[in-house]
Structure formats: structure tokens, C-alpha cells
């Protein structure tokens, strides 16, 4: 808890919870969120060393216990899609990969590549799974490692495909009845994944990119064949011109598979001139009236998965600090950031701000602040600031929240 409690408060090395051992208020905290009765801090060193021994499959676990109660209790299901898109309400899951420590030395569960002078480059990688929604909600969902494949060197190709392949058969296993609708980019647009997401009744939806070309060609053709397929609006997310055309049933062969994919196109000028094109391949339907609902909603959601990576990266999560990689260290760290987002998504997105404004200013505050969290204090890293002064100075247990009702908003 205390690793992740660093997380949450922008710690960017492991000594900085050292720093904080003479706060009684943050010690009494740390024992009311555990359960826990300790005297005094564990030193730095020894969370370090427990990260290194500790199987990784535990701490990925927990994530799998606080998503199972959270999907179970119905929290998430303002992410769901609308009915309307598909017949009925989708969890939008983006998968993509993420590089977070690189070394010139051997590191467990690394990948490894050979550069042009002849070193060897250990490179700590995973391939991501995050529920996503159009409202700005990422909650991480699943990690699979990528591996070496035996006997060869890392392959961003061939090894995320590979990882990906298990990712999807483990999210099926795990979530038996969740309805989903897979978001990946043109990588992963080929007979392997098209097969497994219909074997295990998912939707898909993939950023199609040149080097698909036969197929977008044949998609391109029959796009320009029916002009009725056609919308010319602005843009809401900049409301800038652009023309969307659509098309169903594109029959192309991948590998040894014929499959029939239904094909959106977006297509933008900027003020320079400068025209920017965006094709996406979904195995749901497209039906006229919904087709820019289907864009915005669906298709151009899997960009939040990117932005999950640069917030845990850029805004104090810490993904790409060496807080540890010896043992399981690396890995496990990687873990602790994941769970910290989850917590980090929740903060952000439910009415705890309002509770605590009522609950610390009951006098003053008449009427609460209403705007986000993020609208009121401007950057995760200042919420995170905000967070650590007031989690070591006041104790939780003069706050009773035993009758609070907690909402999650996603619009």
C-alpha cells in the first residue's frame, strides 16, 4: 500500500517515503487504509527488496480483485457503449504496447535486441489492455509481458502479435460475460486476431494503416462507389470541417481466412491545407444514421490508451523511473503504477471532491464545488502535491465515510 501511496503522490524516487517517517498522521493513515497496526515505517530499502522477491502474479491479482468488484457492483457501466451502436452495450477495450525501462545490462522478463555497433539492449516492455471511454476515463485492465521468442530478438511486430494473441485469450477467460469491442492499431489487422476476437465473440475495431494497402485499396474502391455513404459536418472534438464515408462488407483474405469488414473514413483540411485521412476497420456494422456515432464513440477512442501512457509516464505515476530491476523489482513496479491509475481514475471521476469540500469546510462551504478535479486544480501533478500534504498531515479517522455515496461519472 505504501508504494502504491508513493505512486499517487508523485514520489519520483523510492527514498522520498523515507522523508516522510516523522508524520504520526501519515503513519496513523497508513495503518486506517491497511488495517495494519506498525509503529514506524518500513525503510525504502526494505520495500524495494519485497518488490524483488514478490511474484508479480500476486500484485496483478489485487488489480483483478478491485476490477472484479468494481465491474461486479456496476461502477464501470457509464463506459459502456450506447445499445444503439451495436444491439447492445459494449466495454470498450484498448489494447497497445508500452516500453518503460531500457538497460545496457541483462534485466528479468526483458526483451532483448542487438543494435548496429553490437550492443545489447534490455528493454522492459508489456502489452496493455485499458477499458476506455470517449469521456476521458482509463482504467487499466489487463498487462501480458512481451517476451523474446525463443532462440530469437525482440521483434516489435512479431513479439507484441504474439502477446497479443494471449492477451485476448486471457481477457475471455477472465471475463467470460463481459460484452467487449477490441481497439488496436494497424498492427494487429490480420488473420491471427480477426480469428481469435470472433472465436471469442468480441467486436473489433482497427486503425488501418498503409501497411494494409490491398485491403484499404478495396476499401478505398468501394467507399468512392456509393456517394450516399457520405456526411459533411464539423468535427466535434475541434470543430473543424470533415467529410466521413463509410462502407460494409469489404471481403479481403488474411493469411488464409476471408473475413467481411466494414470500413469508416475521415477525412480533415487544415487551415494550411494540409489534408489528414483516418480509416478505421470494425467488424460492427454501419448503419447511416449512426455512422459518426459509431466513429466518435467507438473508433477514435483507442488514442486514450496513449494518453493513459503519457499521463503514467509524464504527470508523477512514474512508469519510466527505475525504482527497482533486480528480481521481479521491474516488473512489479510496473504493476503498482496500474493500480495506482485505477485509483488515480476514480478520484478524478467521482463526487469525493464535492464530499470532502462538505465534510472539511461545513461552515464556508455552502454550495460545492461542482467543476472536476482536474478543472479546479489544473494538472495531475498539482492534484498529486495537493494529495501528499493532505494524506501525511490529516488524519483519515476524524472522517467518517461510512454513509457517503460515491458516484462515478464518465460523460
Known amino acids: 500500500m505504501l508504494c502504491v501511496l508513493s505512486r499517487l503522490m508523485g514520489n519520483t524516487a523510492n527514498r522520498d517515503t523515507d522523508n516522510e517517517q516523522d508524520e ?80 545496457s545490462r541483462e534485466l528479468p522478463h526483458s526483451t532483448h535486441k542487438t543494435r548496429s555497433d553490437g550492443t545489447v539492449e534490455h528493454m522492459l516492455t508489456a502489452l496493455e489492455a485499458h477499458m476506455v471511454c470517449p469521456g476521458g476515463v482509463r482504467i487499466p485492465l489487463m498487462t501480458e509481458p512481451i517476451e523474446n521468442p525463443e532462440g530469437g530478438e525482440y521483434n ?50 482497427v486503425t488501418v494503416k498503409d501497411n494494409t494497402s490491398a485491403f484499404l485499396a478495396k476499401a478505398e474502391q468501394k467507399m468512392a462507389a456509393d456517394h450516399r455513404n457520405r456526411v459533411k459536418e464539423d468535427d466535434p472534438a475541434d470543430g473543424k470541417q470533415r467529410v466521413v464515408t463509410w462502407t460494409n462488407h ?21 487551415s494550411e491545407g494540409k489534408t489528414d485521412k483516418f480509416v478505421y476497420a470494425t467488424s460492427i456494422f454501419i448503419h447511416k444514421r449512426r455512422a459518426t456515432n459509431l466513429l466518435d464513440d467507438v473508433c477514435r477512442t483507442r488514442w486514450q490508451i496513449e494518453e493513459a501512457f503519457k499521463v503514467q509516464k509524464c504527470h508523477g505515476l512514474g512508469l519510466e523511473q527505475a525504482f527497482g530491476t533486480v528480481g ?56 498529486m502535491c495537493k494529495f501528499k500534504r493532505s494524506i501525511t498531515t490529516r488524519p483519515l479517522s476524524q472522517i467518517d465515510v461510512g454513509e457517503w455515496r460515491l458516484e462515478f461519472d464518465t460523460a
Open 328 to 383: 521481479h523489482a521491474g516488473t512489479n513496479y510496473y504493476h503498482i503504477v496500474q493500480i495506482a491509475n485505477i485509483i488515480l481514475e476514480l478520484m478524478l471521476h467521482s463526487n469525493l471532491f464535492r464530499r470532502l469540500q462538505q465534510h472539511q469546510n461545513p461552515d464556508r462551504v455552502k454550495h460545492t464545488i461542482r467543476e472536476r478535479m482536474m478543472t479546479w486544480y489544473g494538472t495531475i501533478k498539482n492534484l
Open 24 to 103: 504520526q498522521a501519515f503513519l496513523d493513515n497508513l495503518n486506517t487504509l491497511t488495517g495494519g497496526k506498525m509503529e514506524r515505517f518500513p525503510h525504502s530499502d526494505t520495500l524495494k527488496y519485497s518488490m524483488e522477491g514478490l511474484p508479480p502474479k500476486e500484485l496483478a491479482g489485487m488489480r483483478n480483485k478491485m476490477l472484479g468488484r468494481l465491474i461486479r457492483n456496476k461502477v464501470l457501466d457509464g463506459m459502456r457503449t450506447d445499445e444503439t451502436l451495436t444491439g447492445k452495450k459494449h466495454f470498450l477495450v484498448a489494447i497497445d504496447g508500452v516500453h518503460y525501462h531500457t538497460s
Open 250 to 270: 469489404v471481403q479481403h483474405t488474411f493469411g488464409k481466412t476471408k473475413v467481411s469488414l466494414n470500413v469508416l473514413a475521415m477525412t480533415k483540411t487544415g
Open 156 to 205: 516489435k511486430q512479431d513479439s507484441e502479435l504474439v502477446a497479443a494473441k494471449r492477451l485476448l485469450v486471457r481477457l475471455r477467460d477472465k471475463y467470460p460475460r463481459l460484452p467487449m469491442i477490441i481497439l488496436m492499431d494497424g498492427l494487429y489487422l490480420c488473420e491471427d486476431i480477426v480469428n481469435l476476437t470472433r472465436k471469442n465473440h468480441m467486436e473489433l475495431s
